[in-house]
Protein backbone atom coordinates (compact mmCIF):
# COMPACT_ATOMS: atom_id res chain seq x y z
CA UNK A 1 0.00 0.00 0.00
CA UNK A 2 1.04 3.32 -0.90
CA UNK A 3 3.00 4.83 2.16
CA UNK A 4 1.08 8.29 2.56
CA UNK A 5 -2.22 6.67 1.50
CA UNK A 6 -1.27 4.35 4.54
CA UNK A 7 -0.46 7.14 6.89
CA UNK A 8 -3.46 8.93 5.66
CA UNK A 9 -5.86 6.17 6.77
CA UNK A 10 -4.03 5.30 9.92
CA UNK A 11 -4.36 9.37 10.83
CA UNK A 12 -8.37 9.12 9.78
CA UNK A 13 -9.28 6.00 11.38
CA UNK A 14 -7.61 7.02 14.82
CA UNK A 15 -9.11 10.26 14.79
CA UNK A 16 -12.36 9.12 14.31
CA UNK A 17 -12.80 5.67 16.15
CA UNK A 18 -10.75 7.88 18.95
CA UNK A 19 -7.76 5.72 19.64
CA UNK A 20 -4.24 5.57 18.78
CA UNK A 21 -3.39 2.16 16.50
CA UNK A 22 0.03 0.71 17.59
CA UNK A 23 2.62 0.18 14.47
CA UNK A 24 2.73 -3.49 15.03
CA UNK A 25 -0.78 -4.08 14.19
CA UNK A 26 -0.37 -2.07 10.98
CA UNK A 27 -0.32 -5.45 9.60
CA UNK A 28 -3.07 -7.02 10.40
CA UNK A 29 -4.90 -4.07 9.73
CA UNK A 30 -3.84 -3.90 6.56
CA UNK A 31 -5.13 -7.12 5.96
CA UNK A 32 -8.91 -6.59 7.11
CA UNK A 33 -9.13 -3.57 5.31
CA UNK A 34 -8.34 -5.13 2.09
CA UNK A 35 -10.81 -7.84 3.03
CA UNK A 36 -13.47 -5.03 3.72
CA UNK A 37 -12.23 -3.75 0.38
CA UNK A 38 -13.23 -6.88 -1.79
CA UNK A 39 -16.31 -7.29 0.40
CA UNK A 40 -17.25 -3.54 -0.48
CA UNK A 41 -16.81 -4.16 -4.05
CA UNK A 42 -14.38 -1.19 -3.82
CA UNK A 43 -11.58 -1.30 -6.75
CA UNK A 44 -8.96 0.02 -4.56
CA UNK A 45 -7.52 1.29 -1.17
CA UNK A 46 -8.11 5.03 -2.02
CA UNK A 47 -11.94 4.51 -2.43
CA UNK A 48 -12.06 2.66 0.73
CA UNK A 49 -10.31 6.02 1.87
CA UNK A 50 -12.37 7.94 0.33
CA UNK A 51 -15.44 6.79 1.79
CA UNK A 52 -14.85 6.59 5.16
CA UNK A 53 -13.59 10.25 4.76
CA UNK A 54 -16.69 11.71 2.65
CA UNK A 55 -18.78 10.49 5.70
CA UNK A 56 -17.13 12.50 8.58
CA UNK A 57 -16.32 15.43 6.10
CA UNK A 58 -19.12 18.43 7.08
CA UNK A 59 -17.41 20.28 4.14
CA UNK A 60 -18.18 17.25 1.78
CA UNK A 61 -21.79 18.17 -0.02
CA UNK A 62 -20.55 16.15 -3.67
CA UNK A 63 -21.54 12.62 -1.79
CA UNK A 64 -25.11 11.10 -1.91
CA UNK A 65 -26.93 9.62 1.20
CA UNK A 66 -26.67 6.64 -0.05
CA UNK A 67 -22.82 7.26 -0.13
CA UNK A 68 -23.27 8.84 3.08
CA UNK A 69 -25.11 5.87 4.84
CA UNK A 70 -22.93 3.61 3.20
CA UNK A 71 -19.85 5.29 4.69
CA UNK A 72 -21.14 5.63 8.58
CA UNK A 73 -22.10 1.85 8.29
CA UNK A 74 -18.68 1.54 7.40
CA UNK A 75 -16.90 2.87 10.36
CA UNK A 76 -19.04 1.09 12.19
CA UNK A 77 -18.29 -2.25 10.71
CA UNK A 78 -14.06 -0.76 10.51
CA UNK A 79 -14.59 -0.18 14.99
CA UNK A 80 -16.02 -3.76 15.26
CA UNK A 81 -12.96 -5.16 13.43
CA UNK A 82 -10.07 -3.38 15.13
CA UNK A 83 -11.26 -3.71 18.69
CA UNK A 84 -11.86 -6.52 20.56
CA UNK A 85 -14.91 -5.99 22.29
CA UNK A 86 -13.57 -5.13 25.35
CA UNK A 87 -12.99 -1.63 26.74
CA UNK A 88 -9.56 -0.44 28.36
CA UNK A 89 -10.48 3.16 27.67
CA UNK A 90 -7.93 4.69 29.96
CA UNK A 91 -5.40 2.06 29.46
CA UNK A 92 -2.93 3.31 26.94
CA UNK A 93 -1.16 6.07 28.52
CA UNK A 94 -0.90 7.43 24.82
CA UNK A 95 -4.36 7.84 24.61
CA UNK A 96 -4.93 10.03 27.50
CA UNK A 97 -3.56 13.75 25.66
CA UNK A 98 -5.90 12.89 22.70
CA UNK A 99 -8.83 12.02 25.10
CA UNK A 100 -8.03 15.27 26.86
CA UNK A 101 -7.75 17.52 23.26
CA UNK A 102 -11.06 15.98 22.17
CA UNK A 103 -13.16 16.70 24.79
CA UNK A 104 -11.57 20.19 25.66
CA UNK A 105 -12.07 20.48 22.00
CA UNK A 106 -15.70 19.36 22.07
CA UNK A 107 -16.18 21.35 24.72
CA UNK A 108 -15.11 24.30 22.94
CA UNK A 109 -17.69 23.66 20.15
CA UNK A 110 -20.64 23.07 22.51
CA UNK A 111 -19.86 26.43 24.26
CA UNK A 112 -19.42 28.27 20.93
CA UNK A 113 -22.82 26.82 19.55
CA UNK A 114 -24.94 27.32 22.83
CA UNK A 115 -23.43 30.76 23.00
CA UNK A 116 -24.84 31.40 19.71
CA UNK A 117 -28.36 30.20 20.46
CA UNK A 118 -28.50 32.34 23.44
CA UNK A 119 -28.65 29.24 25.89
CA UNK A 120 -27.06 29.08 28.61
CA UNK A 121 -24.08 26.54 29.41
CA UNK A 122 -24.06 25.06 33.18
CA UNK A 123 -21.09 22.99 33.83
CA UNK A 124 -21.53 20.33 36.29
Known amino acids: MNQLLWDKLIKLI ?8 EPKYYQTLEH ?5 IKILKLSNTWDYYHLL ?14 QKYQGEKEWNT ?3 IVTN ?13 YYKKLLFL ?11 TN ?6
Open 14 to 21: SQNIGFHI
Open 32 to 36: KIKDR
Open 53 to 66: KNSVDHKSDSISIQ
Open 78 to 80: LAN
Open 85 to 97: GESFFFAIANNLP
Open 106 to 116: SYLLEKDKLIK
Open 119 to 124: KLLILV
